[in-house]
């Protein structure tokens, strides 16, 4: 089927989508059980947001910003799965290219940048605790968060745009299942050589910033936790490990490591949370129990 891609030229030019496979059983069987994967990290990361806004215990930092984690993993996982399965069931694989590019980038950029503040949220707690609440107060968080959502719809547009400045009117076929920049620019008809340096470049700095900014606080943090009791360094590494298991989920282009980050990962948060945190898995209980009795 074909996709209505329009560049800055208003040139429609139609892109088909080659999908996970032709294969109408496997296409059954991936439809059933990404349709689950779905629905449970929907679920999921609903029940982890509820909790939190609904248990005054749970009003700190790290858990404001876990319910922007599982916020962002809805979005994430929307972007992509719906019309993947529908393109699986109806064979309808017709989409908005530039919207899907530009939320694709969008909630990775805020996944893992939020990701980074997390990070930097542990150190704090961790290593400077008499300090923590006043440097990590809510309006401190809520900056925070404001400056992440500002920084990822940067990145977006500027991925978004080098894509849709060049010119299409060559072979329309991307083997995928949804818009990604690096198949896309594949199929220009122009030279794309600086195309892909300032996207490269782009997607470049903000990874290799957040992963150095993660790998210098995790460090820190684990030096620390030496002076520390053992049941300090055991809650500590439970926290922190909950934090760090949660992949990064962008910029992948291979279809099968695609679908992980699409599908997947977003259904890891609830999972790898409710099971590592005593308190999130206490809340749900309580918030069980008042639903039963009232």
């Keep these: 089927m074909g996709v209505v891609f329009w560049n800055i030229n208003l040139v429609v030019t139609q892109f088909v989508f080659l999908g996970l496979t032709d294969n109408w059983v496997l296409e059954i069987l991936f439809f059933m059980a990404f349709s689950a994967m779905y629905v449970l990290t929907l679920r999921g990361n609903i029940l982890i947001m509820v909790t939190i806004v609904f248990t005054p215990c749970l009003s700190t930092p790290m858990y404001f910003f876990l319910s922007n984690l599982s916020f962002i993993d809805i979005?994430?996982?929307?972007?992509?799965?719906?019309?993947?399965?529908?393109?699986?069931l109806f064979d309808r694989k017709t989409i908005s290219c530039i919207a899907q590019l530009f939320f694709l980038h969008l909630f990775a950029c805020a996944e893992i940048l939020l990701l980074t503040i997390m990070a930097y949220d542990r150190y704090v707690a961790i290593c400077a605790p008499l300090h923590y609440p006043n440097v990590m107060n809510m309006r401190v968080c809520v900056q925070l968060v404001f400056v992440l959502w500002l920084a990822g719809t940067v990145h977006s547009l500027v991925q978004t745009f080098l894509t849709i400045r060049l010119s299409y009117c060559g072979p329309n076929v991307i083997d995928s299942y949804f818009c990604n920049v690096p198949p896309v620019i594949k199929l220009a008809c122009t030279d794309t050589c600086l195309t892909g340096i300032l996207i490269v470049s782009n997607r470049g700095t903000i990874s290799l910033s957040c992963f150095l900014a993660l790998v210098a606080s995790y460090t820190i943090i684990l030096f620390s936790l030496r002076k520390q009791s053992a049941e300090g360094r055991r809650k500590a590494l439970s926290t922190c490990l909950a934090h760090f298991m949660v992949p990064d989920t962008s910029f992948s282009t291979d279809k099968l490591v695609s679908v992980f980050y699409t599908v997947v990962t977003p259904l890891l948060n609830p999972f790898i949370d409710t099971l590592r945190n005593e308190e999130?898995?206490?809340?749900?209980?309580?918030?069980?129990?008042?639903?039963?009795f009232s």
């Design 280 to 292: 999130i898995k206490s809340a749900m209980k309580h918030l069980r129990q008042r639903r039963v």
């Design 75 to 88: 979005c994430h996982s929307s972007v992509t799965v719906p019309k993947m399965l529908e393109g699986l």
